[in-house]
């Protein structure tokens, strides 16, 4: 059994810290959880890198109803390291 990981809840998602596998489960359970706090932009870290992990949360935000738009960060929030969410 895998370890529980406590995240805050203050509206900026780091992905780094977790397994990329993960992110299919963690990304929807996050944002509701913002929601449900009254957070209605989030910020999502996923690193510049080769951007198949940019890709992979962009096609998760593309499914999920609670999001209202998306967008890359601008050159001060982290740029194409990064992805505002904003919710319903």
Do not use: Q
């Amino acid at each position: 059994m895998e370890p529980v990981v406590k995240i805050n809840i203050n509206g900026e998602l780091d992905l780094h810290t977790f397994n990329p596998k993960d992110i299919g489960s963690l990304i929807p359970e996050y944002l509701k959880l913002c929601r449900e706090a009254g957070i209605k932009e989030v910020r999502i870290v996923h690193g510049k890198g080769t951007g198949t992990l940019r890709r992979s949360v962009h096609s998760i935000l593309k499914r999920l109803d609670i999001v209202k738009s998306y967008k890359m960060a601008g050159h001060d929030s982290g740029h194409w390291g990064a992805t505002f969410v904003y919710l319903k």
